[in-house]
């Protein structure tokens, strides 16, 4: 399956583009996409200790507009926005 | 009555007006306006703006529920809620925040206006990056968002 995840926040900093690919194999869930996500900062950034601790804190949105648990399975190609720790108004 | 709305600042901006012009009711006799602005200290950092980040279809299904769930908590009738968040550059003590409420009775305009602002900052899905006097800048750390 091919995701396309979308980039908020300090997560941007992970790419110039808004969002990063990845293909997952069937049936993963949002736990197997953030493990996607570590190895991506490992590879990319040496494993930089902020990019990570970002992402451990991060929840996950739906292509629905919902945020998921770790255990939702994702059973389609489909967009995920990364929603990082908030601070607005 | 509610009205949600992110300003994309790079194409209008936000304006106390149009929350004027959306809460005013002769069915009221107290608005509350709340007005969020960049200031220019920030643990100890002089903070020359901010840029705002926001998932916008999951800021505006935030600003629903939070208003749903003001209503099943206060259960104030013929109350107003003007909620308008920026996304983009703003600068030092400009706007990025305008929530107006009416209602009856001042005190309900009060806790209405509290709830609104107090909600958002849990759930809302808006992020800032502070940009500082020296010319450096960083995301602010934040808050897990609590879901509904």
Redesign the interface.
Same mark, same amino acid.
């Given at each position: 399956m091919k995701i396309k995840l979308e980039l908020f926040g300090a997560s941007r900093e992970f790419s110039e583009k808004n969002y990063l690919e990845f293909s997952l194999k069937e049936k993963s869930s949002i736990n197997d996409l953030r493990n996607e996500i570590l190895s991506f900062i490992d590879k990319n950034f040496k494993g930089n200790n902020n990019f990570k601790k970002l992402v451990e804190s991060s929840k996950f949105c739906s292509e629905e507009n919902n945020i998921v648990a770790d255990s939702y399975k994702i059973t389609k190609d489909q967009k995920i926005g990364i929603i990082p720790p908030i601070g607005g108004g | 009555m509610l009205h949600t709305k992110i300003i994309d600042l790079t194409k209008e901006k936000i304006e106390i007006f149009n929350a004027e012009k959306f809460i005013a009711s002769s069915k009221c006799g107290a608005s509350i306006y709340f007005i969020?602005t960049v200031r220019d200290l920030n643990n100890d950092k002089k903070v020359t703006g901010i840029t705002?980040?926001?998932?916008d279809?999951?800021?505006i299904?935030s600003f629903e529920e939070i208003y749903q769930e003001s209503k099943g908590k206060f259960k104030f009738e013929n109350s107003a809620v003007f909620i308008e968040?920026v996304k983009g550059h703003v600068k030092l003590g400009e706007t990025?925040?305008i929530i107006a409420v009416a209602c009856k009775h001042r005190a309900q305009a009060y806790d209405l206006s509290r709830f609104i602002?107090e909600e958002?900052?849990k759930?809302? @899905? *808006?992020?800032?990056?502070e940009h500082y006097e020296n010319k450096d800048s960083e995301?602010?750390?934040?808050? @897990? *968002?609590k879901?509904s």
């Open positions: - | 969020g705002y980040d926001s998932h279809a999951l800021v299904k968040h990025s925040i602002i958002i900052k759930r809302t @899905p *808006i992020w800032k990056k995301w602010l750390k934040g808050n @897990p *968002i879901s």
